[in-house]
């Protein structure tokens, strides 16, 4: 699993870790992309309104998403691209603990 802190050290930062969660902060700006990495069962805040594409393979998505928002992210690997106008500004909670895999993949935050 390639750790995004190892992958993308300019990107992402360890904020908050102990023996249950790790708290990153990740930071781009337009243009910017990610290499592949992964995410273990996670609770994204975003701190600014942001366009993104992820990409898992063949799969790929675009996401608008507004300040403040928080969503769950299922365990995943993917890379990113700020295809917007502003600044990628995000807080991601991920679990150590893992969760009961729900056989269906997942690419980028759902809602609840």
């Avoid at 990409?55 to 295809?83: C, F, K, M, Y």
């Amino acid at each position: 699993m390639p750790d995004p802190v190892e992958t993308n050290p300019s990107l992402y930062n360890v904020v908050f870790e102990n023996e249950r969660v790790r708290v990153l902060e990740y930071r781009d700006q337009p243009g910017d992309r990610t290499t592949p990495h992964s995410h273990p069962d996670s609770v994204m805040v975003t701190m600014s309104t942001f366009d993104r594409r992820l990409s898992v393979g063949d799969q790929v998505r675009e996401v608008s998403l507004e300040s403040g928002a928080a969503a769950w992210l299922p365990a995943q690997t993917h890379a990113g691209e700020n295809i917007g106008t502003s600044e990628t500004h995000v807080m991601f909670v991920e679990l150590k603990e893992p969760g009961q895999a729900s056989g269906e993949a997942a690419l980028g935050p759902q809602s609840a």
